[in-house]
């Protein structure tokens, strides 16, 4: 697996740990790192705050974000983050609730790599977590 954490901004704590343990059974052993909202998704990825110590909190590999949070949603965070993303220094995938093609089309446009609608049920979280383990976390070079 590619060394680096994940970094998952995510308001809702039940959604949160979900997804974590769909990870971890999908043999991703990357760390996962959860914020509860946009803004200190933002403040992790600069480094600002308490997040300033980079060894104790190291630039993710991949950005997992939600849209509807408090704060600053996923589109502000995306938005605020688009030079990363251009550089490919950060690479971002959505999972939200939304299925609004408008939606997915501005996450596409402000430099998302993909768009996943939550899924509804434990199997269908399962695979989306496998999607991303092959998919989107890099195997080291």
């Not at 995510?10 to 909202?37: I, T, Y």
Request: overall charge negative; glycine content about 8%.
């Amino acid at each position: 697996m590619r060394s680096g954490i994940i970094l998952h901004a995510e308001d809702d704590p039940n959604d949160a740990f979900l997804f974590q343990r769909a990870l971890s059974k999908a043999g991703v052993e990357n760390p996962l790192r959860q914020v509860p909202d946009g803004a200190t998704a933002i403040d992790y990825l600069t480094g600002v705050g308490p997040y300033a110590d980079r060894e104790k909190h190291p630039f993710p590999c991949l950005l997992v974000t939600d849209l509807k949070m408090p704060v600053l949603s996923g589109f502000d965070v995306l938005e605020q983050v688009k030079d990363m993303l251009e550089t490919k220094r950060l690479r971002a995938i959505v999972l939200s609730a939304s299925v609004a093609d408008q939606d997915k089309e501005r996450c596409r446009q402000l430099g998302a790599g993909a768009y996943f609608v939550k899924p509804s049920d434990l199997q269908g979280l399962g695979a989306l977590a496998r999607q991303i383990k092959e998919s989107w976390i890099l195997p080291a070079a």
